[in-house]
Structure formats: C-alpha cells, structure tokens
C-alpha cells in the first residue's frame, strides 16, 4: 500500500502547474493527503505500541515507513 501511495505522490508532482487549477486533479491531490495522513497517523501509533512494548526495531521499521510516506512528518 505504502509503494502505490508514493507512486501516486509522484506522478502528482510530476504534473504540470497548470494542471493543479483542475478540480478533479486537486480532489485527487486532496483524497491521497488524506489518505496518507491515515496511513502515518496509522503508522505511528503501531510504532508507538510497538515501542512501549519494548519491540524496539520492529518500532523503528514501522517509523520508517511512517517516514517514507511523509518525509515533513
């Protein structure tokens, strides 16, 4: 799931400036966010469980992901 949520990042910032004026290509641009920010939102709190539960690097390949789908995060 995360690899199709990157590719779907990618090829949306790969468009041309024009084409963010178009409503269907900001609904889709806004439904991936949303979708990802479930998924990190997701993500982090496995991590979180998983780190209180002293599964430290199972904690940290979970972050990882969480990372990969938002770098800013």
């Known amino acids: 799931e995360e690899n199709k949520l990157q590719d ?5 910032a790969e468009m041309p400036p024009s084409a963010s004026k178009d ?3 900001v609904e889709v641009q806004d439904n991936v966010d949303q979708v990802v920010s479930s998924r990190v939102d997701t993500l982090l709190a496995e991590g ?4 209180r539960a002293e599964k430290i690097l199972p904690a940290l390949k979970v972050w990882t992901e969480a990372l990969s ?4 995060n």
């Open 8 to 12: 779907a990042r990618a090829a949306l």
């Open 23 to 25: 409503s269907k290509v």
């Open 48 to 51: 979180d469980s998983l780190y």
């Open 69 to 72: 789908l938002d770098p800013d």
